[in-house]
């Protein structure tokens, strides 16, 4: 095995018990194993257990990051604790070569009646650093903190985003070799994150092996080489970041799609859809797209010969609840005006700008103004859109194109103020 | 607005590279597995949290009493409270004490701050894994640093007790042993003793909390089969008291030394030096055997 490999994690598992009475009772007899020399039998599940963490592999190299993802209670945090030799594992091995910096729990032994001057030499060396390291680091640490006058403040008295920027501030100085993360920069600011992830690049071109886990899946693709997606206890998928993400996406997106419930408009009797078609320019009936193509909707209604006009509204949605499309008949002067008992009505949109996800299908018919609803189906059907390109970052795939320009600003012309970015 | 804060940023987040030749391998059975020279590891892993238990053992020095107004005083009031009732039960004649080799006050103060030593040290461990909460379950660090360095607040309470000490001790004309000075080493058996318990019991207290309530029955009850407030006492069944309850002959050298300048049972003392030195050991090793295996309860 090479040496460049920091993190070797090979046919790992392990159990956790749901009952607490039991738990207590398992860990009292693991340890008079231990004791008394017996060897302990930690791949069968005994009653009421369960692998929290199901035969996992995986390596990390030097300069790579790993991404993490998963639902919550996929098991990451305790693949973490794992990692970090916090919980020996039932089954398999872990090889860990060099120093393990943990920005799980940040300032988990800050003494609340001490001072923030305090609890930085304290928890320096819980993690692992001397004196003579901290006070070479003290300022540095401050300063990356930002708590340059509340220093001398007891810990109890600082904010949530005070506490967690000391404590990333002392665990960011450990200059370790495998840098473990679990979800800490959620809570802070964006200025603050946006440091947070600069230095965790700064640490990834130092030669540090990260570990990464994130529900941001922007900042996922962003920072991370390859990622593995962990669902109960299992590697789901692994490899390259953006398939994995993707893959991710488009499985969080069918659940929760076909969960969401959206307060019904009052329906009033006198017309109804009897079918809706989906097909593409073909006339296929479809319910799997490409970015790009077209999609055709026939509504096919049934109404009272007294009702005289009727409006269509077609909408695409995701999980959220929110229509990312709306197409309502009226906008482009489209009201049905028709003796006929029952018809058919087509929507035709060329082309499908929309990237990759699950997309749920709303459609209604209404009376003229839009204020009653005869028929309304939320998620009544999904699409799939998928993108090849793998941009799956955006929602929408807006018609674009590059290309270089003869004039540029030279490098005598100085910027305006407008014209600068900011870093 | 970012950009102001990058002049903040460390230069560079380098990796400590020559130390990456360091390997650990986590298995189920990685501390079982060795035998005799898992004595090598963990000395290895206790020198190398020194710095640790010194920053852990200040830290809960100076933050102990900081919010209070009588602040160090409260490491004399209990004892001088306990002394000054038990020095009433005494002259009223409610309770029969026998006479004691130095003035009942004295003699009082000086076994109860002997009895705090050992029972603050063996609480203040019992509670030291429930105490430091997610701190064990989340990040890794030599968790023995947290039981050593909970000895710190008791042994300074002693200390300080000491100032009242030689008051009394003046005041009522207790002449001066110079084999006082050996006192170290009659006090480190009670340390030793009170830390091998506590290895053991903050481990259990970290599954089932009743040990930690339990305990402050216990050494309630302990304090009156241990000579604390009397002396040993020498006729039978009483005098098993100095020598079943191992804490005892520990206890009785250390006021032996103030009163004597000498030891009346050394051979119990001998023993009981083994004793706590062994269960110091054997609640060491306990420890690290167990801790790993519970660590999810904190």
Redesign the interface.
Same mark, same amino acid.
């Given at each position: 095995m090479s040496?460049d490999i920091?993190v070797n994690v090979e046919g790992v598992s392990k159990k956790?018990c749901r009952s607490l009475k039991r *738990?207590?009772f398992f +860990? +009292?007899q693991?340890?008079a194993c %231990?004791?008394f020399?017996v060897?302990?039998v930690?791949d069968r599940l005994r009653k009421s257990e369960f692998w929290a963490i199901d035969n996992v592999s995986f390596e990390v190299k030097?300069g790579e990051c790993l991404g993490m993802i998963g639902s919550n209670g996929a098991g990451k945090s305790t693949l973490l604790?794992?990692l970090? %030799?916090?919980?020996?594992?039932?089954?398999?091995?872990?090889?860990?070569?060099?120093?393990?910096g943990?920005l799980? #729990?940040l300032g988990? @032994?800050f003494?609340p009646?001490?001072t923030g001057r #305090?609890n930085i030499?304290?928890n320096g060396?819980?993690?692992?650093l001397?004196?003579k390291e901290l006070d070479r680091k003290f300022d #540095?640490i401050v300063?990356?903190a930002?708590l340059d006058e509340f220093i001398d403040m007891p810990v109890k008295f600082y904010s949530s985003g005070m506490h967690l920027r000391l404590g990333f501030a002392i665990a960011?100085?450990l200059?370790?070799?495998i840098l473990l993360i679990d979800e800490v920069l959620a809570v802070g600011d964006?200025?603050f994150r +946006?440091?947070c992830t600069?230095?965790i690049g700064? *640490?990834l +071109?130092? @030669?540090?092996a990260v570990i990464f886990v994130s529900h941001n899946m922007n900042e996922i693709v962003r920072v991370c080489d390859k990622v593995i997606w962990i669902e109960r206890g299992r590697i789901v998928q692994d490899g390259d970041a953006s398939n994995a993400v993707g893959a991710y996406l488009l499985a969080n997106d069918r659940e929760e799609t076909l969960r969401s419930e959206t307060a019904k408009p009052e329906l009033i009797e006198g017309a109804r859809l009897r079918n809706v078609e989906i097909c593409d320019v073909e006339g296929n009936v479809r319910s799997c797209f490409r970015t790009g193509e077209s999609l055709i909707v026939h509504f096919d209604y049934e109404k009272d010969p007294e009702i005289k006009e009727l409006t269509f509204s077609f909408a695409m949605s995701l999980g959220d609840e929110k229509n990312y499309v709306s197409c309502h008949s009226p906008w482009t002067g489209f009201v049905l005006r028709s003796h006929n008992n029952f018809g058919r009505v087509t929507l035709t949109i060329p082309q499908l700008l929309l990237n990759t996800g699950l997309y749920l299908l709303n459609v209604g018919i209404w009376n003229e103004r839009f204020k009653h609803a005869y028929d309304w189906r939320w998620g009544f059907r999904h699409i799939e859109i998928r993108n090849e390109n793998d941009s799956f970052t955006g929602r929408f795939f807006l018609p674009h194109s590059w290309s270089e320009s003869a004039h540029g600003n030279g490098p005598g012309i100085r910027p305006g103020p407008d014209h600068t970015l900011?870093? | 607005?970012?950009?102001l =804060?990058?002049v =903040?940023? &460390?230069e560079?987040?380098?990796?400590? $590279?020559p /130390?990456?030749? !360091?390997? !650990? &391998?986590?298995?189920?059975? $990685? &501390?079982?597995r060795q035998s005799w020279h898992v004595w090598g590891i963990i000395l290895r892993e206790f020198l190398d949290s020194r710095?640790?238990i010194w /920053?852990?053992i200040?830290?809960d020095i $100076?933050?102990r009493y /900081?919010?209070s107004v009588l602040s160090y005083l409260w490491a004399i009031i209990p004892s001088i409270a306990t002394v000054a009732v038990f020095v009433l039960l005494k002259t009223s004649g409610t309770i029969p004490i026998s006479e004691t080799p130095i003035p009942y006050v004295a003699y009082a103060l000086w076994g109860i701050s002997l009895w705090q030593l050992f029972t603050g040290c063996l609480a203040s461990s019992t509670g030291s894994l429930a105490a430091?909460?997610?701190?064990v379950?989340? !990040?890794?660090?030599p968790k023995v640093a947290l039981v050593f360095a909970s000895a710190g607040s008791p042994i300074f309470d002693f200390v300080v007790r000491l100032v009242p000490l030689a008051v009394i001790f003046t005041s009522y004309g207790v002449p001066f042993k110079w084999q006082t000075i050996f006192m170290p080493f009659t006090l480190a058996p009670l340390i030793l003793l009170a830390l091998g318990v506590g290895f053991v019991m903050s481990?259990a207290n970290l599954?089932?909390r009743d040990v930690g309530n339990a305990l402050g029955i216990a050494l309630t009850l302990g304090m009156f089969i241990t000579p604390v407030l009397y002396p040993p006492p020498f006729e039978w069944p009483f005098v098993l008291i100095n020598i079943v309850n191992p804490v005892s002959p520990l206890l009785i050298a250390s006021q032996d030394l103030v009163a004597y300048g000498g030891l009346t049972m050394s051979a119990a003392f001998i023993s009981s030096w083994i004793f706590s030195l062994l269960v110091f050991l054997g609640g060491w090793r306990?420890f690290n055997?167990?801790l790993?295996? !519970? $660590?999810?309860?904190a």
């Open positions: 040496t920091l956790f *738990s207590m +860990a +009292a693991d340890v %231990g004791i020399r060897p302990l930690t030097r604790k794992l970090n %030799g916090v919980i020996p594992p039932d089954k398999g091995r872990i090889t860990i070569r060099g120093k393990v943990a799980i #729990e988990a @032994g003494h009646m001490l #305090e030499y304290v060396a819980i993690l692992g001397s004196k #540095e300063a990356f930002e960011a100085h200059r370790p070799d964006n200025s +946006a440091k600069r230095q700064r *640490s +071109a130092g @030669g540090t900011p870093r | 607005m970012e950009s =804060h990058s =903040h940023d &460390i560079a987040f380098p990796s400590s $590279s /130390r990456a030749s !360091v390997e !650990v &391998i986590y298995t189920s059975d $990685s &501390i079982c710095e640790l /920053r852990l200040l830290r $100076s933050a /900081r919010q430091a909460g997610s701190l379950t989340k !990040v890794n660090f481990v599954v089932l306990f055997l167990a790993p295996r !519970v $660590s999810q309860f």
